[in-house]
């Protein structure tokens, strides 16, 4: 097992640009979820993929926007940034009743 | 819609016992989640309740009543390494999102 990998680590934009985020699941898993986490708060859902379809979606404006690839990887697209939007993004990848998540990707807005 | 409420932050002192709440209110319900969590880092696994009753897992217990709409996660003997942000988080009755509540801090002082 690889367990859930996110890249980057840490990154730095300017208000209005877009970004894309990555994660590759853990082995076998066929089911995807992002989540924002602003500091000192819980993670809140964007979207989760299921076979490369979305199949649910958070409280989020369409400017966030997201893909599932064949090998179950994923990418999360946030255009036209904001200061909000500063915050740990999570990747989390699951089969059955299990959620595993990687370690973020710290998205600073400036 | 789903709330989730938990307590902002508690201290404790090592080698004793603490009790962590979390009261939810959802629309549908099929299973309460335990992470922890440190400061930058995944949220870890800890314990996984769908029916009612306890569950116990060496240092850590996780209690459910669905029908009071309430859990707590009992941590015990505690040790300084235990002091991070504690998540309890609902699945929905779609199974495609985790509803997280705000987190609790916990601080172990030696």
Known sequence: ?110 | GQNIDQPTEMTATEGAIVQINCTYQTSGFNGLFWYQQHAGEAPTFLSYNVLDGLEEKGRFSSFLSRSKGYSYLLLKELQMKDSASYLCAVRGAAGNKLTFGGGTRVLVKP
Do not use: M
């Not at chain 1, 939007?85 to 990687?102: E, M, N, R």
């Open chain 1, 1 to 110: 097992e690889t367990g859930v990998t996110q890249s980057p680590t840490h990154l730095i934009k300017t208000r209005g640009q877009q970004v894309t985020l990555r994660c590759s699941s853990q082995s076998g898993h066929n089911t995807v979820s992002w989540y924002q986490q602003a500091l000192g708060q819980g993670p809140q859902f964007i979207f989760q993929y299921y076979r490369e379809e979305e199949n649910g979606r958070g409280n989020f404006p369409p400017r966030f926007s997201g893909l599932q690839f064949p090998n179950y990887s994923s990418e999360l697209n946030v255009n036209a940034l904001e200061l909000d939007d500063s915050a740990l993004y999570l990747c989390a990848s699951s089969l059955g009743w299990g959620y595993t998540f990687g370690s973020g990707t710290r998205l600073t807005v400036v």
